[in-house]
């Protein structure tokens, strides 16, 4: 197993920008798929991006599409989402997972089993 760190959020004005940051453990990383997701208060968690071993392919949930988005550095064991745009309903403690499988378009919270401690965004209005 990997083991995850994330780090980057924070309390920003609606509108704002913040970009969360995973480091991981071990020297596969290059061989996971790498998913963030996202619980608020109250709600379930959510799976928000997720992006293939090369970096080459993508994957967002309808409501951050073109405001968030995700990459990676092989090199460095680091995967980032970038959030531009941000509004009150992104507020919600961010996980940052590893998926060894693949993703799955069906289920896009499939096969993830390496999760971080989570990181706090705060968007206030």
């Known amino acids: 197993q990997v083991q995850l760190v994330e780090s980057g959020g924070g309390l920003v004005q609606a509108g704002g920008s913040l970009r969360l940051s995973c480091a991981a453990s071990?020297?596969?990383?290059?061989?996971?798929?790498m998913g963030w997701f996202r619980q608020a208060p109250g709600k379930e968690r959510e799976f928000v991006s997720a992006?293939?071993?090369?970096?080459?392919?993508?994957y967002y949930t309808d409501s951050v599409k073109g405001r968030f988005t995700i990459s990676r550095d092989n090199a460095k064991n680091t995967v980032y989402l970038q959030m531009n745009s941000l509004k009150p309903e992104d507020t919600a403690v961010y996980y940052c997972?590893?998926?060894?499988?693949?993703?799955?378009?069906?289920?896009?919270?499939?096969?993830?089993?390496?999760w971080g401690q989570g990181t706090q965004v705060t968007v206030s209005s």
């Open positions: 997972a590893a998926n060894p499988v693949g993703y799955s378009s069906d289920s896009p919270g499939r096969n993830f089993g390496s």
């Open positions: 071990g020297r596969t990383f290059s061989r996971y798929v």
């Open positions: 992006i293939s071993w090369s970096g080459g392919r993508t």
